[in-house]
């Protein structure tokens, strides 16, 4: 079947805090002395490797282009910036967007059941539908609210929780339950505040389920810890547990279990998971922890004084430190 693509807009924010751009590599030549601590360009111009920081991309809108049908196995969900570049839904959207408001990315939309993920081993992670020996995964019954993950939060699978039985990270970003009441679209993303959390072990693995609701809900304003939800969204708390509990039973699996005493913790416990998470991530993409297959390929801008008219699009994958980045550059011919 030929791969149907469309692009469709997805509403971002209303703040740019950097241009759109992939990663950039110089296309004015330079060279780097070893032992130095700079890049001498040819026109004589010295920088310190201080000038340079790799910071996730940030634009005011973003789009997402669909290849495939969905309920296939070839269907991708792909993000791009608005010039088209592909970018990393998990790397490059930025989690954190102030005033206790962070990104939510939407996976699967309320009152549906495929299983739908971003693919953290494939090139530029888009949201594709879960396998399992080949076939496409679907939940036994609808999930009922807004389900996706934090950008650049990572559960690290080499760290074991004291406060949750011990269990290591489940290796993927941290999950969200959106629990307003508009079914969103696959791709969306969304300014959320979180409101608490659930320890959920998997199989052993810890898996944590951040509560949250969209900003531009009616009853946002009125949430704003886990008692407040038990106030206005009587029911929820214990339902979210309970669905994520017995999820896997028709499939002949046991329950999952349930951390910190099998309830929801608040607010700020939640933003210490999201704090420590996105520390985590950090030390993935700078490669400080091993990556396995995970994929860490994404799209990146240096931020610097004036850089800006010395450099060229072109694709990165992170290295260790500065010093492999450079490595990197001579790999490609770029660096004399």
């Not at 953290?120 to 009922?144: A, S, V, W």
């Not at 999952?256 to 030390?283: C, H, M, P, Q, R």
Request: charged share 25%; aromatic share 12%.
């Amino acid at each position: 079947m030929a791969a149907a693509a469309r692009v469709i807009a997805v509403a971002g924010h209303s703040t740019a805090t950097a241009s759109a751009s992939s990663c950039l590599l110089f296309k004015t030549p330079f060279a780097f002395k070893r032992g130095g601590n700079a890049l001498s360009f040819n026109n004589g111009r010295r920088l310190s490797k201080r000038l340079f920081s790799c910071n996730a991309i940030y634009n005011p809108q973003f789009q997402i282009k669909q290849e495939g049908q969905p309920e296939t196995l070839d269907y991708r969900v792909f993000f791009e910036d608005t010039s088209g570049k592909k970018i990393s839904p998990w790397h490059d959207v930025p989690l954190r967007l102030g005033d206790g408001v962070f990104s939510f990315i939407v996976e699967i939309p309320k009152e549906s059941s495929a299983k739908m993920e971003v693919a953290t081993d494939e090139l530029f992670t888009p949201i594709k539908q879960d396998t399992k020996k080949g076939k496409l995964r679907f939940y036994p019954y609808n999930i009922n609210w807004n389900y996706g993950l934090l950008p650049q939060t990572w559960e690290d699978p080499s760290l074991a929780n004291s406060e949750v039985e011990g269990a290591f990270g489940d290796n993927d970003p941290v999950d969200v339950v959106e629990i307003g009441e508009t079914r969103r679209k696959i791709g969306d993303i969304l300014k959320v505040k979180p409101l608490g959390a659930l320890a959920m072990i998997d199989e052993g693995e810890l898996d944590w389920k951040i509560v949250a609701i969209s900003l531009d809900d009616p009853r946002a304003s009125l949430v704003n810890d886990v008692d407040d939800v038990e106030k206005h969204f009587p029911g929820t708390l214990t339902a979210i547990r309970d669905w994520f509990r017995d999820y896997k039973i028709p499939d002949g699996k046991p329950a999952n279990k349930f951390g910190l005493g099998n309830k929801a913790a608040s607010k700020d416990y939640a933003l210490k998971v999201i704090a420590e998470t996105n520390e985590s991530w950090a030390k993935l993409v700078k490669r400080s922890v091993p990556a396995g297959e995970l994929s860490l390929v994404w799209s990146l801008r240096f931020s610097g004084s004036g850089l800006n008219k010395g450099v060229y699009e072109g694709l990165m994958v992170i290295g260790n430190d500065f010093y492999s980045f450079v490595r990197f550059l001579e790999y490609l011919g770029f660096v004399q």
